[in-house]
């Protein structure tokens, strides 16, 4: 059976019903590889010394396209970090996110501290080393010190929504309550313990991953993990 075809209507990003027009796609295209090139710079050669003529070279591109596409070498840098935090280019915020959506709704508290776990490990794995760019380049720039600020301030977010969802389905340990449970899961969950674990000590990712929801369940939970 057939549809009717249904009339294109053109989208703010500039695509047709999913589709891109030639100047669109190759703007992001040319957007996409300044960031790439600038993650690989920035988590090799440091963002301080990475300048807009190194991100253009290694790139392929002009460095006016870099100051086009994106004004600022922080902007480059906030933007390589969003993509990395996601894994993809959509718009929709960490609580908005599926794998959020099923660890909230989990009714097992143990399920939801393993997909907690498993969504930190699966975002540092792609996000950690810029996220330690960010943290090391903000003792001594202020523009960066905002960023710092402003991705723990989102992290602790997302862990209160967790800590009171798990409150609601599970007695929490030694009388905690969801504030402080939260606490504890940022400094368990936080990318200077992926670091310092999986880069540093030469942990295996599921190693971490292992210890992290171990860890959170004998910290938050009264629950037998083992049982």
């Known amino acids: 059976m057939s549809e009717t075809p249904r009339p294109q209507t053109r989208r703010a990003s500039g695509r047709e019903d999913g589709r891109e027009d030639g100047r669109a796609a190759r703007a992001r295209s040319t957007r996409a590889r300044i960031v790439t090139a600038a993650a690989e710079l920035f988590t090799t050669a440091g963002y301080t010394t990475t300048s807009i003529t190194a991100i253009a070279a290694k790139a392929g591109v002009s460095e006016p396209t870099v100051y086009y596409s994106f004004g600022t070498k922080r902007a480059i840098l906030t933007t390589a970090l969003d993509l990395a935090v996601a894994g993809d280019d959509e718009p929709i915020p960490t609580l908005q996110r599926q794998w959020v959506r099923d660890a909230l709704t989990d009714p097992d508290p143990l399920g939801q501290l393993h997909s907690q776990v498993v969504g930190a490990a699966d975002i540092y794995l792609r996000a950690a080393p810029l996220l330690d760019v960010v943290r090391s380049a903000a003792t001594t720039d202020p523009d960066l010190a905002e960023v710092w600020a402003a991705n723990l301030q989102q992290r602790l977010t997302v862990q ?68």
Do not use: C, M
Not at 163 to 168: K, S, W
Not at 194 to 209: K, P
């Open 160 to 227: 209160r929504v967790f800590a009171d969802a798990l409150a609601r389905k599970t007695a929490l340990r030694d009388g905690l309550i969801a504030e402080a449970a939260a606490d504890i899961a940022l400094a368990v969950l936080s990318p200077e313990t992926y670091n310092l674990l999986v880069n540093d000590r030469g942990w295996a990712h599921q190693r971490w991953q292992d210890w992290a929801v171990d860890a959170l369940t004998r910290l938050l939970t009264t629950t037998d993990r083992h049982a």
